[in-house]
């Protein structure tokens, strides 16, 4: 699509959306054997849906992860409820959304497809008004803080401490790694990683729900006593609620309870904060519903008095979290860093810990790099 954009501040009335194009690629993994496992899952590759729409000469871009399926569902679910709509409010076509996917199944699937159509409708909108998408939000910071986040229980020690180690040398002060696919292999793993990454360096761990509650337990006591540990994500399955609630309350004082990144509707994320199951909160903007569902939120963790932390997606949560009152920090996930830079220009490094947002590039600031995107795509064709 071609053309120039309104000037900033001008009325988009009348600007309305003309087409609207899937695709998705599939990127293999860089792990051992072509293979990457946490706690309860082994995979070789990570699939992002990508979704542009398009209105006024513009184009805006969201994504998701997740399977195939998605693009699927956009095209047919949600491609034809936008054409030909304004793209003044993307809060009220994520209405008009949700409303149409009611019986095709809000979470999962449905919540993914919505998530990565919101995005690009923010996205568009701040391109047609040459406004990077931080300003367009309600932002309450200018960057987003981070932590390294990879650690897959099938790395070697070496390629394990390397990592981690690689991310405080990039001046991040936390690192987490994957954690109770074998437990009894853990203490050696922390040992190796705390000597890594020395003492100043905060450790998290994620058990991807691979454990009991007792289990959990004493895991959370051991991760803490023995290596300092902070962050224990999903230590029992996220649906386990009681069993977060359990070990937010009998365990260490300084081991925080996360859990989050699987809340696909509003009712999710108030299950875990009502009463609280969770010490600090996580959303996914790529599973949650978006940029406009974030919002919502966020306010929600600003009224429990949680800090919300960004799962993931690094390239679009760093612009959408500084809209988070209550901001933690922002997961630097390991696959979607690779993903994002073999896919886009324009995406960002950590500067001293945290991701700033371009103030010189509209919307995203991100531009997809189609000859490295091609040998990768599952779905759609090519745009001419």
């Known amino acids: 699509m071609t053309g120039r954009a309104p000037a900033d501040g001008a009325d988009l009335d009348g600007c309305r959306i003309d087409a609207v194009d899937v695709h998705a690629f ?24 990508l979704v ?23 095209v047919s679910k949600l491609a034809p409820l936008l054409d030909g709509q304004e793209v003044t409010a993307p809060p009220a076509l994520w209405h008009r959304m949700g409303v ?5 199944g809000r979470p999962g699937v449905g919540a993914m497809a ?63 790694l994957k954690t109770s696919r074998e437990p009894e292999w853990d203490p050696h793993r922390l040992t190796a990683v705390r000597k890594a990454v020395g003492d100043e360096t905060e450790i998290f761990t994620d058990a991807n729900g691979a454990l009991s509650r007792k289990e959990a337990l004493y895991w959370a006591r051991r991760f803490h006593d023995e290596w300092d540990v902070r962050w224990l ?3 029992v399955s996220s649906a386990d609620l009681e069993g977060l609630r359990m070990l937010r309350d009998r365990g260490p004082e300084r081991l925080e309870i996360v859990a989050g990144e699987y809340a696909f509707t509003a009712r999710d994320f108030v299950n875990l904060v009502e009463p609280p199951a969770v010490d600090c909160l996580q959303a996914d903007i790529t599973r949650c519903g978006g940029i406009t569902a974030l919002l919502e939120v966020a306010g929600l963790s600003a009224t429990r008095h949680l800090d919300l932390s960004a799962h993931c997606a690094p390239a679009l949560s760093a612009h959408a979290f500084c809209a988070v009152r209550r901001l933690r920090h922002l997961e630097y996930f390991h696959d979607h860093v690779r993903v994002e ?29 189609w000859a490295d995107a091609e040998p990768h795509r599952v779905y759609a064709a090519q745009p001419v």
């Not at 072509?34 to 699939?47: F, P, V």
């Not at 149409?100 to 095709?104: F, L, T």
């Not at 990879?150 to 690689?166: S, V």
């Open 52 to 74: 542009r729409v398009h209105a006024g000469g513009r184009s805006g871009l969201g994504y998701t992860y997740g399977d195939v399926s998605v693009a699927s569902f956009v």
């Open 341 to 369: 830079r073999l896919l886009f220009d324009g995406t960002l490094s950590p500067d001293e810990g945290a991701l700033r947002p371009d103030p010189g590039r509209p919307g995203l600031g991100l531009e997809i790099k």
């Open 233 to 235: 994500e999903e230590p």
């Open 26 to 49: 599939e990127v293999p993994t860089d792990g051992p054997d072509g293979r990457e496992q946490d706690g309860t899952l082994e995979w070789g590759s990570t699939t992002m849906v």
């Open 100 to 104: 149409q996917i009611r019986n095709a």
């Open 114 to 176: 919505v998530s990565a159509v919101d995005v690009a409708l923010w996205d568009l909108k701040a391109r047609l008004l040459d406004l990077p998408l931080v300003r367009l939000l309600p932002a309450h910071h200018d960057r987003v803080p981070v932590y390294g986040s990879g650690g897959f229980t099938n790395y070697p020690i070496d390629r394990l401490t390397d990592q981690l180690a690689g991310w405080v040398g990039q001046g991040i002060p936390r690192v987490k």
